[in-house]
């Protein structure tokens, strides 16, 4: 037994670190194909053939990969040295390289474990806090590197002094703009494949379009205009990175930045600007970058605040709607066990005297008492009634869309995460109907959440929730459907009724209390199956208020 | 001995004082009835053995603060069924912690409650009962003797009239006169009817 266990162990360890490795080296080869890819583009734009490429997004995906482990540094020194032979061509000699990109690749090591180790920054967040230190760190990293790297091409011989500052600038500027895009994309990227379900919503496809269609132009006009223009016209750039950012927060401005940069080179590059004009560009774009990754994480977060708000908020609906029904049921065991013992007792009393052939008298005044009883317990059940019905009803003009908009901001992101879509229809506007909105409120998030439970039960995350609101001869009516298995047959006649429950957690309080409230209204609840699935709650309230009349 | 079946009612609701009673009536046992577990302490002695029914809602002094009063009088077999709201574990457990014979849930089930009054009262019977069989026993044994006590004690642990006569350095015929006396004093028939006497009454008797 134990030998089986050791051996198990034995071979679990070993295949956990056979995978350990295969991901290592597939991490290792996939990163070296990128790096080369990318040089290929990017050598296009090079200072001098010293190997100082003027956008460096290459170098970015060297942070990225040593931030999820030092240990790949090998790879990294591998892909720099490859690059500088293969595809730059450098002028200097083979251990001028070596030296160099070693340096270099040290120097990146440096930047991955201050952002990692010192600063606490994880690719795998999004917070605006990280944000802020990437955009601070990665300049300031990027300006130690391009010192280490042209400092040792200099000591070589290969850079000659009056290049020496110029150089400098260019490596710093193409490395802190392509580190940066990178990382950030990195981080959209990590932030996206670790949600469980990635939702396209129809937002998605105007914010894309719109961002597509005015970069497009944008370019269009610098390509278009005379190269002293280009410059001013590249400005026109912030407006679909702010847009991007503001509707599709960090995730979206960081690929549309990514985006951004490689038009902007391939643009560049097919003008054919000069490397000092580029750099100014370059400049920009960082500033570009900066901005719209501020604005976008900022977006994001206030963004992530409000989704927690909505959930706490309806967590609070739910929890005050079971703290109700529990405390109702308490008091009820408490105000009834106390009556209810002394009629049980005088009926007893009152039986076994008949049987022990006792005269009326003591009889009768055993039962009148059980009666007195029995009619206190009726008052008190009156005043629990009055106590816990809508009764006190403060009916004001609402919108039935506004209420379902309400009720759908509220349950859509639980339901998203059960695979449930959440859709409210309205064909023309909706008359006001004079109602309570807390009691409306209770009613609709009452049908929809039964709704949703209803669509979560198809496991296939294509449930689907349409609340729909229209008039009819005088009645507002909101119909809600859905796409689950519809309703039990054994539970179909008693819906309505108390206690009644096809959920583990449920009081079978809901439709009841959900009735109760809609007739105070002078409406109508009921329901009907849908072919081919589903079910469809119907609620009616009468346009002309509770006592209205409907034509 | 015929005993008047009594009953001591507590509890602050009128009709359930009321109802009960009349309830106990019909099985031929008295009540009394108080609307306080203060009320119960002025007028019933600690020590007196009865049957409470009480309520642990009460104002005042709660239902278990009366039962452990109650269980820690010295020299008490009062017998307590406290009634307590439906689902309520805590007070149940430390009723039962208390000594309370039987723990009651609301709404009140007549029948099983008469059931258990009866069980309890039963049971009080039986240990007045015993006490008052101590009480007699340790009655007799004060009438022998130091002599008488001597031979007493030897006969319990079953030695022979000879064994008694050596061992407390009398003569047989002595010891023989001293015998008939403890058996007369004690109401003994025989003398196994006197060992039986000695055990359940005086356990300390039979192993000195």
Redesign the interface.
């Known amino acids: 037994m134990n030998h089986r266990e050791e051996a198990l162990g034995s071979a679990w360890t070993e295949s956990a670190a056979n995978l350990v490795r295969r991901r290592f080296w597939l991490t290792g080869i996939a990163f070296l194909a990128a790096y080369l890819a990318l040089n290929v583009v990017t050598v296009r734009y090079q200072f001098e053939a010293l190997g100082i490429t003027l956008w460096s997004p290459d170098d970015g995906l060297t942070v990225l990969l040593l931030i999820e482990g030092v240990e790949f540094f090998p790879f990294v020194l591998a892909g720099a040295v490859l690059a500088d032979v293969l595809v730059s061509h450098v002028h200097h000699s083979f251990y001028v390289t070596v030296l160099a990109e070693s340096a270099l690749s040290l120097g990146y090591v440096g930047i991955a474990v201050a952002l990692r180790d010192v600063l606490k920054f994880s690719p795998r967040r999004s917070d605006l806090a990280d944000v802020l230190v990437m955009l601070a760190a990665v300049p300031a990293g990027a300006i130690l590197n391009s010192l280490i790297y042209c400092g040792v091409l200099y000591l070589a011989g290969s850079l000659p002094a009056d290049q020496f500052i110029s150089a400098l600038l260019h490596f710093w500027i193409g490395d802190a703009v392509g580190i940066i895009a990178v990382v950030a994309a990195g981080t959209a990227v990590f932030s996206v494949s670790s949600k469980t379900r990635w939702v396209w919503r129809k937002d998605d496809t105007l914010n894309w379009s719109v961002f597509i269609i005015s970069s497009c132009l944008v370019f269009a006009f610098i390509h278009g205009a005379p190269s002293a223009y280009a410059y001013h016209l590249f400005y026109l750039l912030f407006l679909p990175t702010i847009w991007i950012g503001m509707r599709a927060g960090y995730v979206g401005v960081a690929i549309a930045l990514l985006a951004t940069q490689a038009a902007f080179f391939m643009t560049a590059s097919h003008i054919g600007f000069s490397a000092n004009d580029f750099d100014q560009f370059q400049i920009l774009m960082l500033v570009l970058s900066i901005t719209g990754l501020i604005l976008g994480a900022t977006v994001t977060e206030r963004e992530r605040a409000n989704q927690k708000l909505r959930e706490q908020q309806g967590e609070l609906v739910r929890i005050s709607a079971h703290a109700t029904a529990g405390a109702l049921g308490m008091l009820l065991a408490h105000e009834l066990s106390q009556p209810l013992s002394t009629i049980a007792t005088y009926a007893v009393a009152a039986r076994r005297m008949l049987q022990s052939g006792a005269g009326p008298e003591p009889v009768i005044d055993a039962l009148s008492k059980a009666e007195a009883e029995a009619q206190r317990t009726r008052e008190v059940l009156e005043r629990i009634r009055d106590l816990v019905s809508v009764g006190r009803l403060q009916p004001r003009p609402l919108s039935l869309v506004d209420a379902a908009l309400k009720i759908r901001a509220l349950c859509v992101e639980g339901a998203n995460a059960r695979g449930v879509d959440i859709a409210v229809e309205s064909v023309h506007p909706i008359p006001l109907v004079e109602g309570d909105p807390i009691g409306i409120e209770q009613v609709l998030n009452n049908i929809v959440g039964n709704a949703v439970d209803a669509a979560a039960e198809r496991r296939d995350a294509r449930g689907r929730v349409l609340v729909r609101v229209i008039d009819r001869d005088g009645w507002a009516i909101v119909q809600v459907d859905d796409n689950g298995p519809g309703v039990a047959p054994e539970m179909a006649e008693s819906l309505f009724q108390a206690y009644q429950t096809s959920k583990p957690r449920g009081m079978g309080l809901g439709l009841t209390l959900s009735r109760r409230i809609v007739q105070q209204h002078g409406g109508r609840i009921w329901w009907q199956p849908i072919a081919p699935e589903g079910t469809r709650f119907v609620v009616e309230l009468n346009l002309n208020g509770p006592d209205g009349d409907a034509a | 001995m015929p005993h008047r079946r009594h009953v001591a009612i507590v509890d602050d609701?009128a009709?359930?004082r009321?109802?009960?009673a009349?309830?106990l009536?019909?099985?031929q046992i008295e009540s009394r009835t108080f609307a306080s577990a203060e009320d119960y302490l002025d007028s019933v002695p600690l020590d007196e053995s009865s049957c409470v029914i009480l309520d642990n809602q009460l104002p005042g002094l709660s239902g278990i603060g009366l039962l452990k009063r109650i269980a820690a009088a010295a020299d008490c077999d009062t017998a307590v069924i406290l009634i307590s709201?439906?689902g309520d574990v805590p007070t149940a457990v430390s009723a039962m912690k208390c000594g309370a014979f039987h723990f009651v849930e609301?709404?009140?089930?007549?029948?099983a409650?008469?059931l258990t009054v009866e069980e309890a009262l039963g049971r009080t019977e039986q240990v007045r009962d015993r006490q008052t069989q101590v009480q007699e026993f340790r009655g007799r044994r004060a009438l022998l003797t130091q002599r008488e006590h001597e031979v007493f004690a030897l006969l319990v642990q079953g030695l022979p009239t000879k064994l008694i006569a050596r061992q407390l350095g009398i003569t047989p015929r002595t010891t023989e006169h001293h015998r008939a006396a403890v058996m007369h004093k004690m109401q003994a028939r025989t003398i196994s009817h006197l060992v039986r006497m000695a055990l359940s009454f005086d356990p300390a008797a039979g192993e000195t």
């Open positions: 609701e009709s359930v009321e109802s009960l009349l309830l009536s019909t099985a709201g439906h609301k709404p009140l089930d007549p029948e409650l008469l």
